[in-house]
Structure formats: structure tokens, C-alpha cells
């Protein structure tokens, strides 16, 4: 196994234990503890079974149970990245999160597969966006899925020449439905960039390179978004 794998987990889980640390999630003792085990003799060999049993899980005192997965870029590479499990086998909680987007086949299959698997621990479930807002039931359900949603992602990725996910967000805006604004930052014309406030109620903005970037902030700023915004799971019925 390369040096820079061991580098990755290392860097990877030392950050994503922070996050829960300053979130309120884990205590100061967990913390310390989380971090000790990123420098303990056990680690190389944690490390090494992550990257040689993928995606099967891996568990250790101090980690708890860490999946390596990969993610898709793009340009349709992909990228490795790191899930912490639930520890807890109880009643899966729902809690549902609206999506909207552009729908272009390069952004929809990888946006869309990588937000599956970012959300899923957090027992978050995926609402997607209809294609077209013209159509008056089309809108009427795109309404009613925000307002019934508990959060909303956005992610304004080529939207220079289709607006709706900015029609979307004014709807989420109206309804007072905590947001999650992801906004690229390559440049280009097609790509642009967009100008909603940033003071808007329950707005969490992510600005982005990549979707290596993206969802990296995403999965560390979940849980501060979810207790800021008091968002509250309900259990589904069996």
C-alpha cells in the first residue's frame, strides 16, 4: 500500500473528527481519542484494510466502523472517500431532503450517486427535482416537495441559461426550508456563478472546484447544519 493512502485516511478521518468535536457531536475525550489511534501502531494496518477490503467495512477501537468508497469527479473519474457508520442497529430515521439541479446527463449521474452516498449516514433521503417547470402539476409537486421536506440541497452547476434551480431556492426561501446551496466556481461562461444573499435564513453555502471538494465540505458540515438548523428525524413506519 503507498505512503499517500496512508496519508489520505489519516488526513481524511483527522478532519472529519474535528468537525464532530466542534459540532457538539462527540466529546473532548472521543476527540482525543479519535486522533490518538490516527497516530498509534494499529493504524497502518487500519489504513491498509480499508484500501484492500473496499468496500467492505473495517472496524477499530477509537475509529468505530469506516467504509472506503469512491465518488465520481466530473469528468467521470473518480475519487476515494471515507463513511463512518452508524454504530446503532435500531429503526432507521428519515429525514427528507429535496434536490434540485441541472439536469445534464454529466452532472446528474455523478451528483446524484455521490449525494446517495454522503447523505445516507445521516439517514437523510433524497427527493429529486422535476425536469421541467413549465408544466403547472410538474410545478405544483416541485412546491409541494419543498415545502414537505425537512432541508434542500441546491447546486447552481451550469445554470448561467436555465435558471429553475434559482426559482427553486426562492421557493425553499419562502417556506423558510433550511438550505444547502453548493456553488461552482470554475469560471467558465456555462458554468457562471450565482448571486442569491448570503444572509438568507438557514443557508449553508458551499463554493466549489470539484465534487473531491464538494463533497468533502458537504459530509463535514452536515451535522453543524443539521443542529443549527434543528432539523428533527421521524422514524418510518414499519
Known amino acids: 500500500m503507498s505512503h ?3 496519508v489520505f485516511v489519516r488526513e481524511f478521518l483527522s478532519e472529519f473528527y474535528e468537525h464532530r468535536f466542534t459540532s457538539g457531536l462527540i466529546t473532548e475525550s472521543e476527540y482525543f481519542l479519535n486522533q490518538s489511534v490516527l497516530v498509534s501502531d494499529e493504524f497502518e494496518w487500519f489504513s491498509h484494510e480499508l484500501f484492500a477490503r473496499a468496500p467492505a467495512p473495517v472496524e477499530m477501537r477509537g475509529c468505530g466502523t469506516i467504509r472506503l468508497i469512491h465518488l465520481r469527479e466530473m469528468d467521470g473519474t473518480e475519487f476515494p472517500f471515507l463513511l463512518a457508520l452508524p454504530s ?3 429503526a432507521k430515521q428519515a429525514l427528507t431532503c429535496f434536490v434540485g439541479h441541472r439536469f445534464l446527463k454529466s452532472i446528474q449521474g455523478p451528483l446524484r450517486f455521490n449525494l446517495a452516498h454522503v447523505f445516507n449516514p445521516y439517514g437523510i433521503e433524497l427527493r429529486w ?3 421541467d417547470l413549465s408544466a403547472t402539476e410538474t410545478f405544483r409537486d416541485i412546491i409541494s416537495g419543498i415545502r414537505n421536506s425537512k432541508m434542500c440541497f441546491f447546486d447552481t452547476f451550469a445554470t448561467t441559461n436555465k435558471p429553475n434551480v434559482y426559482i427553486e431556492v426562492g421557493i425553499a426561501c419562502a417556506f423558510r426550508v433550511p438550505m444547502i446551496l453548493a456553488e461552482y466556481e470554475g469560471g467558465t461562461s456555462l458554468e457562471g456563478q450565482s448571486e442569491i444573499p448570503s444572509d438568507l435564513q438557514g443557508l449553508f453555502r458551499i463554493r466549489y472546484t470539484s465534487y473531491r471538494e464538494l463533497f ?6 452536515l451535522p453543524n447544519f443539521i443542529v443549527k438548523n434543528r432539523i428533527r428525524t421521524t ?4
Open 129 to 131: 427535482s422535476a425536469q
Open 88 to 90: 446503532t442497529r435500531g
Open 235 to 238: 422514524r418510518r413506519r414499519r
Open 4 to 6: 499517500d493512502n496512508h
Open 216 to 221: 468533502r465540505k458537504l459530509y463535514f458540515g
